[in-house]
């Protein structure tokens, strides 16, 4: 076992010493600028020591404070350039969104665990639009209005379970109920189930491979990223290989089976069944198989899940530690104005509620759920504010920085303040909103998410006093630390309980009214959306 260990790690120095020697410097540059600013480097390593372990885009923001807007970082001579502002952000990677749409190859979580079949991970290429044309199709602004039943749907069910789950007691776990929520709204869409139960099945294989995902993809966390050649290895001395092989694997069985029960169960409507209808009706050599398109539709499940989940948990830490601000009694005079206390807030009444809007926009500059977005690449040399971008920088776009820059946002970005997105009127202002991306990688599922988040909020802020949940010793409120969070693809708030208090006798009878929604014929739903479908 010993004489193992060693044997690999003198032939893992001696692939370091051979990869250093060997790599040539970098194609000439055309230009003498220089590199944008950055912490100061060493010596064939760069800066790879001052790499931030975990929550990058805390370290990112001091230095963005230091150097401005545009930082570079080298990392073992991979050029990282980090952007803080709105506008770099802009002008680099949607106005010269021709050179700046590609991703970093991340051989273990890309090439190893996806067979470089997942969208996000995907370089601008023509296999790449083609899944886009078919994500687009089904998520735009004017399909994703079609979905506003279905979410309307599984909102009630969420007051409904929260109004029994949460009533007199000492508070709730409060991820489980927003997940299945989530969770249940797109299986409906995508495959046309429901998810009953936070631990279904389904919903506890998605969770488990998007975790086993966010740890594959932390960038350069694994020596195969960097050097690929090590995949070689036998398998006794590269353990990832298995573990990726059977990630991919577990994946591909679920995604199918799931594509399987789409197309097989009912005659309702169902965006699996309207996918594969558009790849059908392509022909020649760019038709794309229908395994492919089975991992697509899994991976919007794995995109839309998280991130949607995570600003509702993060909506809910607000209320708890954002309260004194006075928002919450702001937007229930305005529901109490406009919704009244007989009836639940339903997507119609969105014009008439621009604070509730500017919640929605609030929680997701406060928490973008993706606070560092994804990395782009730029495919060719560019120059800009006399600086040199080299080819192939790794570009990421710290939507944390550019949600927290004072120019656009105005004062005190760390704290939670609904009015900016206001003007004197009380009207919506077109501010930049960071959370979703930029230009061609901008995520396609921003409406989507907008919907959900918009209708959940409103029902919620109707319904309950949302408080700290309580200790069962002592019966004191547990102080909800609203900086807390885990580090990776997403930054989700560490477990807490909250309690969720009727904020009358209105709300119980509203609620109980309607009921539990299981027994509602969810396929009719699927039918009316397949019906407007048509029409588009
Ligand atoms: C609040 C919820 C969400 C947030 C904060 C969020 C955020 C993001 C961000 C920051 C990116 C990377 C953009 C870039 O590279 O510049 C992204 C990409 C993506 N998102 Fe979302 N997203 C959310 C919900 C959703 C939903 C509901 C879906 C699908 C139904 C979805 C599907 C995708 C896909 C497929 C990509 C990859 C796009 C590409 O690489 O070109 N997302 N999202
Ligand atoms: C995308 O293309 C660039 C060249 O522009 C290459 O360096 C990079 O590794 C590619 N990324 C992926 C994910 O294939
Ligand atoms: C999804 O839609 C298709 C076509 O309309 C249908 O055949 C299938 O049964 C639907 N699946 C479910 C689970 O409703």
């Known amino acids: ?112 665990a996806l067979k470089g079949l997942n969208i996000l991970m995907m370089n601008y290429t023509d296999q790449f639009r083609h899944h886009q044309r078919l994500q687009v199709s089904v998520l735009n602004a004017t399909p994703a209005a079609a979905y506003l039943s279905v979410q309307t749907l599984e909102s009630q069910q969420l007051l409904h379970d929260l109004l029994l789950g949460s009533s007199g007691g000492a508070g709730i776990d409060v991820q489980a109920p927003f997940q299945r929520t989530t969770a249940s709204i797109i299986h409906t869409l995508l495959y046309g189930f429901r998810i009953r139960d936070p631990n279904d099945p389904v919903l506890r294989s998605v969770v488990k491979l998007n975790e086993e995902f966010s ?100 909506f809910v830490v607000a209320c708890i530690t954002q309260g004194h601000q006075g928002f919450i009694a702001k937007a229930r005079a305005e529901l109490d104005a406009v919704v009244g206390r007989d009836r639940l807030p339903r997507p119609e009444d969105k014009p008439q509620l621009p604070y509730i809007t500017a919640i929605v926009d609030e929680v997701l500059r406060w928490r ?20 040199r971008i080299p080819k192939g920088s790794v570009v990421v776009a710290n939507i944390w920085t550019i949600a927290r820059e004072e120019a656009v946002f105005g004062p005190d970005t760390d704290d939670f303040i609904p009015e900016r997105w206001l003007d004197e009127k009380g009207e919506l202002r077109a501010l930049p909103a ?50 807390a969070c885990t580090y990776g693809l997403v930054m989700r708030a560490l477990p807490f309980k909250a309690r969720f208090i009727p904020r009358g006798p209105w709300v119980r009878e509203v609620i109980t009214r309607e009921g539990d929604t299981y027994s509602t014929d969810h396929t009719a739903l699927l039918r009316q959306i397949g019906a407007e479908f048509s029409k588009l």
């Open 368 to 387: 973008p759920a993706g606070p560092e977005g994804a990395p782009h690449l730029n495919r060719e040399e560019t120059t800009y504010n006399g600086y």
């Open 215 to 314: 740890e594959f993809i932390q960038v350069g966390a694994h020596i195969v990223d960097q050097f690929p050649v090590l995949n070689h290895l036998p398998g006794f001395l590269a353990p990832w290989k298995a573990t990726a092989e059977n990630h991919y694997n577990t994946k591909y069985a679920l995604r199918m089976e799931n594509f399987r029960r789409a197309l097989e169960d009912s005659d309702a409507w169902n965006i699996s069944k309207q996918l594969k209808k558009t790849v059908e009706k392509d022909d020649g050599r760019d038709k794309m198989p229908l395994d492919e398109l089975a991992f697509e539709l899994g991976t919007m499940i794995d995109a839309a899940l998280d991130g949607t989940t995570d600003s509702l948990v993060w």
């Open 1 to 112: 076992m010993h004489s193992t260990t060693s044997a690999a790690l003198i032939g893992f120095l001696l692939l370091i010493s051979v990869y250093f020697v060997t790599r040539r410097p970098k194609a000439s540059s055309s230009s003498s600028l220089p590199l944008p600013p950055g912490p100061k480097p060493l010596p064939l390593i760069g800066n790879v020591h001052q790499a931030p372990k975990s929550h990058g885009w805390r370290a990112y923001r001091e230095w963005n404070e230091q150097y401005g807007p545009i930082v570079h970082l080298n990392m073992l001579g991979q050029p990282v350039i980090i952007l803080s502002t709105s506008e770099v952000a802009h002008d680099l990677l949607a106005k010269r969104g021709a050179i700046f749409s590609d991703r970093p190859r991340l051989f273990l979580a890309t090439e190893l």
């Open 434 to 483: 960071p959370a979703f991306g930029y230009g061609r990688r901008t995520c396609p599922g921003r409406y989507f998410a907008r919907n959900v988040l918009w209708i959940i909020v409103a029902r919620l802020l109707w319904s309950f006093e949302i408080n700290a949940g309580l200790s069962e010793e002592t019966g004191e409120p547990i102080p909800v630390d609203p900086e």
